[in-house]
């Protein structure tokens, strides 16, 4: 079974649970979902105030709700699975402590949902997909306290860890619709200016699937679905 944490912000809840649906909808095996709600981490109080989302900080807990041990995947909520997660829970290298896509680019949009900022740093966006080993020895020293302390880019650089302990993933499993426009071969869309929940998002680059989606998650049979959308 593939544990399986996604960032969860009660101001979008429906990005989490398309995402999750999308997931279920794809995956040929068994997943366990995490949600990363900051009002069931009890051992965690979040006191950073530079977030955008409310998960900005608590993915870095995953190794400690894992117990140190196998691995796991995070994921943001505002990203649409359009394959089979268990194809990128295969590319785990365990002389890897994490395992992630290593984006370069620059921003279009200095402010993205709810008038959140929209600064360019290094590794930029590293941090929204991640394989953890959380069995990997350099990830113990990442406890709730150090995440609680830490700044952002301590944590969002993976500061903790040589070069070579951050593996590197196919962008196609964090590609950034909003930023680099469509891409029929993406395997995991991460809307990351903002999911088309937003009206200013609602007709962003491959928007249409995230609506798409929403539609399947919101479905029970006494609701047609038209089948142009399927």
Not at 42 to 51: N, Q, R, V
Not at 100 to 109: E, I
Request: glycine residues 4%; contains cysteine; charged residues 25%.
């Amino acid at each position: 079974m593939i544990p399986i944490f996604i960032g969860y912000d009660p101001r979008e809840a429906i990005a989490y649970h398309v995402c999750a649906n999308s997931i279920i909808r794809h995956s040929s095996v068994p997943v366990s979902f995490n949600p990363l709600a900051l009002n069931i981490l009890k051992d965690y109080k979040e006191e950073h105030t530079d977030g955008s989302n409310h998960f900005i900080y608590s993915r870095f807990l995953v190794p400690h709700l894992m117990g140190y041990k196998g691995w796991a995947i995070f994921i943001d909520g505002d990203m649409l699975l359009r394959d089979d997660i268990e194809k990128l829970w295969a590319l785990r290298d365990d002389s890897k402590a994490v395992m992630v896509v290593k984006h370069d680019y620059k921003t279009k949009m200095k402010e993205k949902y709810l008038g959140a900022k929209n600064e360019d740093y290094p590794c930029k966006n590293w941090s929204s997909v991640i394989l953890w080993n959380c069995a990997h020895p350099m990830n113990r020293v990442v406890t709730p306290e150090f995440v609680r302390t830490a700044h952002g880019a301590k944590v969002h650089r993976f500061t903790w860890l040589e070069d070579k302990e951050v593996g590197e993933l196919p962008l196609e499993w964090n590609w950034l619709p909003d930023e680099y426009g469509a891409n029929s071969d993406a395997k995991l869309l991460h809307y990351t200016l903002g999911t088309p929940s937003f009206h200013e998002f609602a007709t962003t680059p491959m928007g249409d699937e995230w609506h798409r989606e929403r539609i399947y998650t919101e479905y029970c049979l006494q609701h047609n679905i038209d089948e142009s959308i399927k």
